[in-house]
């Protein structure tokens, strides 16, 4: 499977951006799929979820700020992100649950 993450970039706080990860070798509809995100010295951390059946699981964090979802046609997953916060700053991954090969990200920088 081969996973490209697109869409991140530098976006002042309280704005919004929305990532792409658009797939190969692997149908999105038929497995969960989560975004992550990784900060500079941090751990990997999971920011959404959606099921094969549509359903959405977020953090407490960031709920009513981060929507999933999905589009079968493309085979591409999105995350919708209002209301960024420096404390956003990552590269963002998405993968499919249980993970297949990581592809190589997208930043997003959440500055002034």
């Known amino acids: 499977a081969q996973l490209v993450e697109s869409g991140g970039g530098l976006v002042q706080p309280g704005g919004s951006l929305r990532l792409s990860c658009a797939a190969s070798g692997i149908i999105f509809s038929r497995n969960h799929v989560g975004w992550y995100r990784q900060a500079p010295g941090g751990q990997r951390e999971l920011v959404a979820t959606i099921s094969s059946g549509g359903g959405t699981n977020y953090p407490d964090s960031m709920k009513g700020r981060f929507t999933i979802s999905r589009d079968n046609a493309q085979n591409t997953v999105y995350l919708q992100m209002h209301s960024l916060k420096p404390e956003d700053t990552a590269v963002y991954y998405c993968?499919?649950?249980?993970?297949?090969?990581w592809g190589q990200g997208t930043q997003v920088t959440v500055s002034s």
């Open positions: 993968n499919a649950i249980p993970w297949v090969s």
